[in-house]
């Protein structure tokens, strides 16, 4: 049995307030062969409207001859709201879903970015983050246990470690498969089955399962792309592309990152809204709760 944390959290906005989204990420967490869940996490500028109740996914599924074809939406609802570094953060979760022993590939898209500092064709590009999951027994998809840094510093080199753990790192997995994250493209579209790039430079970045760091020279919002690979056996069984926004200041003094307590007192409620309790006996648990800090963090977990 396992548990998946959901910590992070991204607000979706309007095709009217395109121009405020700034990042996000597609996860999918299975409970049991016949319950199946996705997220979408999505960052905006906090000058955006707030985003709708619900969203929807493209849903595609492997074909015969190995190409995916869509075969319908997911509904997903927003659960919560916070932010991080002055942005906006919100979660949407969709309901159980049962789906067939097959590859399957969620795309949320939206138009359109930003201006970005390195992209030429930004504002004309839509919004593209995705995950291709095998629907096979024990796997969810890796998701994000801190929020990426928005903000960092000119002329200086900015560290994010630990990329991967269980507590106080940016990104997480409970399964026994072996992940690695890279540094992907920025995308601009999706179009039969193929992810197109815009037009940009490629940020210099390390990237690798221990750290992200980056020495930007230029002051502005500069995109780029992230990939996480997982594999089990030596097999690919799951591929997460996440696209992110980095703001460049002079100084970030002051701002700090997302880190849960972890001795915060909290209170557990389930899908339904129905309060459970605080002490918790978490063995006894099984399907999605939803979990209260007294600290105003709010975090999903897959049981």
Known sequence: MKKLLVLLAFAVSLTASASHLLGGMVTV???SQDSTSIGVYLLTDPQGIPGPNTLYVEKWEMNSSGWYVQNGTVALAKTSTTSHQGMNVVVYISDYLDLDSN???FIYKNCCWGMLSNSSNSFNSEFIIS???????NNSLPYAENPLWV???QNTLNTMKPVWGVINCFLSQLD???VNITQSDL?????SGTFVSQVYTPLNMHVSNDSISWTPSTLGNFGTGFEITEYRNGQLIGVQRIQWTFKVLTSTVGIEEIIVDRDTQYSVYDWYGRYIGENINWADLK???????SNGKIKKIFR
């Not at 995308?187 to 179009?191: E, H």
């Open 287 to 293: 399907g999605l709760y939803i979990i209260h800090y």
């Open 103 to 105: 590859k399957y590939r």
């Open 29 to 31: 967490a299975q409970t």
């Open 187 to 191: 995308y601009s579209g999706y179009s």
């Open 176 to 178: 026994t498969d072996s």
């Open 131 to 137: 995950a291709d999951y095998w629907h096979i027994p």
């Open 151 to 153: 903000n960092v510093q």
